[in-house]
T-cell receptor, first 115, second 109 residues
Framework: KAGVTQTPRYLIKTRGQQVTLSCSPI?????VSWYQQTPGQGLQFLFE???????NKGNFPGRFSGRQFSNSRSEMNVSTLELGDSALYLC??????????????FGSGTQLSVL | SQQGEEDPQALSIQEGENATMNCSYK?????LQWYRQNSGRGLVHLIL?????REKHSGRLRVTLDTSKKSSSLLITASRAADTASYFC?????????FGKGTTLSVSS
């Protein structure tokens, strides 16, 4: 079974631009969660999608948004990029939406650099 | 916000030695999980322990959970250079899996 696939692996953007990151979960997994990882803040929960619906959301500004398609693939979008958005963005999938009780399978992440 | 907090932040040991990492958390949980992350890569699930369990083993890994002290420990026995990574505990906060800041383990040969 293929693992969680995130594209692109690396991305360089400038302040004010917007970016879209993609995540394909493991086949059969219906829940996709997104995390932001920085050296200072560690892993911060962004949001979780299950069956095309956002189930939970972390404490991030509205510039961060996401969506999930009927095939469970998910995208997250960051608009009006700021320098502080530079981070490793990780996507994780699980069989169901367990509100933190499920084992997560992570992709390798997208390393975003904002200049 | 961080639910779990690992201790120590960094740990350096020799191959063959045991490594112990601790995790403390703040609120009641349904389960606690441990993950490993190799530099710049995604996290890999290691073990899940439920709130009604006190100890769990998986290969060279041993996890304990003390819900009265709101703490857990991860023991890696007979460490290898390949165990060099960051280790995170994660707890369910009612809405999502919340991670601590991790312990960076360095195993030298």
């Amino acid at each position: 079974k293929a693992g969680v696939t995130q594209t692109p692996r690396y991305l360089i953007k400038t302040r004010g631009q917007q970016v879209t990151l993609s995540c394909s979960p493991i086949s059969g997994h219906r829940s996709v969660s997104w995390y932001q990882q920085t050296p200072g803040q560690g892993l911060q929960f962004l949001f979780e999608y299950f069956s095309e619906t956002q189930r939970n959301k972390g404490n991030f500004p509205g510039r961060f948004s996401g969506r999930q398609f009927s095939n469970s693939r998910s995208e997250m979008n960051v608009s009006t990029l700021e320098l502080g958005d530079s981070a490793l963005y990780l996507c994780a999938s699980s069989l169901s939406s367990g509100a933190g009780t499920e084992k997560l399978f992570f992709g390798s992440g997208t390393q975003l650099s904002v200049l | 916000s961080q639910q779990g907090e690992e201790d120590p932040q960094a740990l350096s040991i020799q191959e063959g030695e045991n490594a112990t990492m601790n995790c403390s958390y703040k609120t009641s949980i349904n389960n606690l999980q441990w993950y490993r992350q190799n530099s710049g890569r995604g996290l890999v699930h290691l073990i899940l322990i439920r709130s009604n369990e006190r100890e769990k083993h998986s290969g060279r890994l041993r996890v304990t959970l003390d819900t009265s002290k709101k703490s857990s420990s991860l023991l890696i026995t007979a460490s290898r250079a390949a165990d060099t990574a960051s280790y995170f505990c994660a707890t369910d906060a009612g809405t999502a899996l919340i991670f601590g800041k991790g312990t960076t383990l360095s195993v030298s040969s």
